[in-house]
């Protein structure tokens, strides 16, 4: 009887004591997994936040490869114009898009624009709410502004002012471009009717590319490209070695362009997704190049090197719209059709007379408009209808409203320099150094 009381005194003892531990248990695992949610959340926030500056960077070198494409393109003596334009509108596209640009775009957007004021992110010190930085958004959203304007500097080269350019350049990256990527990345109306376009084969290709075909409508060709029985007279670039150069910079910088617009690298999910789309950018270049070259050599009976790195380009363009849901036969497939759409849309321009130093309009806006249609061809959620009214929505918008600015500068203050100072060159006659000084004619 003892032993058993003891025994049952013993067993009461023990489980008042587990019950106490119990009691404890419970708000420290709870503690364990508050701390262990905010860490995984804290991680998501980290590399979310490092995915949009990687990118943002990568886009931002793109700035180089533009111009390194450009000076390529154009003779030696508007080489140091070209320069000079390419580092002023990503400086103005900066100011710009912090200024007014951003909030059009993002902030308060009613359905066709957002609240114009210029655009803050925390003090220093400050914890960030949300997925990612705000400073680092601004900073990935604003490169792409400055990719749009880059596009219309190289189709217009050769024969326009600097400073209507740049005036341009501030209204086309401060309004117009923020205007319409509201319709689809700030959630307007577009977005709301089902458009589709991953990383901006419409809104920011197509844009530049319908900015650059209103700007060489109005502004006309350089002296002597066409002749008075419509014949088309080539005018070869300074450097195929620095367009070379310039092309492999923009390969480079579309990783960051289409990887970082996944806009999230804070699970295994997301990066997958990010590699994914890093393949299928890369393969679609690769296919713009080989169509090109082989056609190139099927028509004329000789490769044209500006063929294979417009070729490149134009099937990154085109896969912008869709990067992530081809398989990588589709994704050289579309990336194919865009190097064909260069190779037959270029001499189409000279027919029409429309001087296009660079490509851009066959690379940026055609491929822009062929890889935008061509996204429900791999994702179920998009169709053409939708995606059409996209592309119809966005080229009137831009080439009207771009059209009035261009013709507003011409009857204003002037685009065009004199034929004389056409002729001398715009290093001479609009920035005062020459790129090649030593092998100036006397």
Known sequence: MTVSMSLKSSLLTGLTAAGALAAFAVPAFAQDAAVEYATAAETAFIFNTLLFLIGGFLVMFMAAGFAMLEVGMVRSKNVSMQCLKNVALYSIAGIMFW???????????????????????????????????????????????????????????????????????????????????????????????????????????????WAALAGAIILGARKGKYGPDGKVNPIPGSSMALATLGTFILWLGWFGFNGASQLAMGSNADVSDISRIFANTNLAATGGVVAAIILTQVMYKKVDVTMALNGALAGLVSITAEPLMPSPLSAILIGAVGGVIVVFAVPMLDKFKIDDVVGAIPVHLLAGIWGTMAVPLTNDGASFGTQLLGVVAYGVFTFVLAGIVWYILKVTVGIRPTEEEEMVGLDMTEVGVEAYPEFTKA
């Open 99 to 209: 200024v007014i640009g951003y909030s059009l775009m993002y902030t308060d957007v009613n359905g066709y624009f957002g609240t114009p004021v210029p655009y803050s992110w925390p003090e220093a010190g400050a914890a960030n709410e949300g997925d990612y930085s705000v400073a680092s958004d601004w900073f990935f959203q604003m490169v792409f502004c400055a990719a749009t304007a880059s596009i219309v500097s190289g189709t217009l080269a050769e024969r326009i002012k600097l400073w209507p350019f740049l005036i341009f350049t501030a209204i086309l990256t401060g309004i117009l471009y923020p205007i319409s990527g509201s319709w689809q990345w700030g959630g307007g109306w577009l977005s709301e009717a089902g458009f589709s376009d991953f990383a901006g084969s419409t809104i920011v290709h197509s844009v530049g590319g």
